[in-house]
């Protein structure tokens, strides 16, 4: 009988304290996850950031949330793992492209700057962290895109794109918007 009660807390004790963890993470005003778990937005690379506030000849595809080194990143909803690159987001640091749903369609997510063991077709669950976020000398940060639909797009313009045409975005979308308009599954 002890060893049921024993089970029975520790199943209470684990249930509690993953749905304390979930709930303390914020949500976009719709009910997606922010991928740090706070909407701590960097304030000076954001959609289309240009000029003084990024790399000189180049726009900002994605929003960069500010995040410390190695602080966790989670996914904005539950989703599928469908590209993982090589290491080219500095320093040993990849990006991930993940399969989520909102509106009832598919669409995919970058996570870039990041340093994770998941590989292509890894799920990953809403409130538990699926990624850490990797070194910068520039500083430490989150770079989150969207894409509307779930074809991989051309690699060279993942976070940056040349300002002498700022309206092909290689497909990606404003992040914040998206998460603000779009219902999740």
Known sequence: MKRKYVSFC?????????????CALERSSIGFFYPTGRALLSSDCGWLASGSD??????HIGHDFAAGFNSPVYPISDGVVVYKSEGDWG???????????????????????????????????????????GWLDTGCHLHFGVLSGIIVPEKSGWGKLPISSPQNT????????WINTKIPK
């Open 54 to 59: 990024y790399l000189p000849g180049f726009c």
């Open 10 to 22: 520790f199943v209470v004790f684990l249930v509690v304290f993953v749905f304390s963890e979930v």
């Open 170 to 177: 290689n497909g990606f979308l404003d992040p914040i918007n």
């Open 91 to 133: 320093y040993g640091n990849i990006a991930l492209l993940v399969k989520h749903t909102a509106d009832n369609q598919e669409f995919l997510a970058l996570y870039g700057h990041i340093t994770t063991d998941l590989s292509e077709g890894s799920k990953v669950y809403t409130g538990i962290p699926f990624a850490k976020v």
